[in-house]
């Protein structure tokens, strides 16, 4: 509905701020699709959830998706920031 789309998305961010400067906003997490990504990526579901909250807030700081290029790039950022939260068992 809020995305002009009939599919599901793992994450929305909406920017509740308002023009006095501070920052407000809600994410919807979709923990089904973070328990059916964490099947198919053979991740755990604890990093989809913490990849789709910084999805959601790189987009309220004015990330794009829409083309190959901004994917890739908000894509390397998300990366960049979840390596310091989750560290790879060795």
């Known amino acids: 509905m809020y995305l002009g789309s ?7 961010a909406f920017d509740l701020s308002d023009a006095g400067g501070g920052f407000s ?4 997490i979709s923990t089904d699709t973070a328990v059916r990504n964490a ?6 579901v604890t990093y989809e959830v913490y990849l789709y ?5 790189l987009h309220l700081l004015g990330f794009r998706d829409s083309t ?23």
């Open 25 to 28: 906003a809600d994410l919807a």
């Open 39 to 44: 099947r198919i990526f053979k991740t755990c």
């Open 53 to 57: 909250v910084i999805h959601g807030i």
């Open 6 to 12: 009939d599919c599901p998305t793992d994450v929305i």
């Open 68 to 90: 190959d290029r901004q994917k890739k790039l908000m894509e390397e950022k998300a990366n960049q920031i979840i390596c310091q939260f989750i560290k790879p068992k060795l």
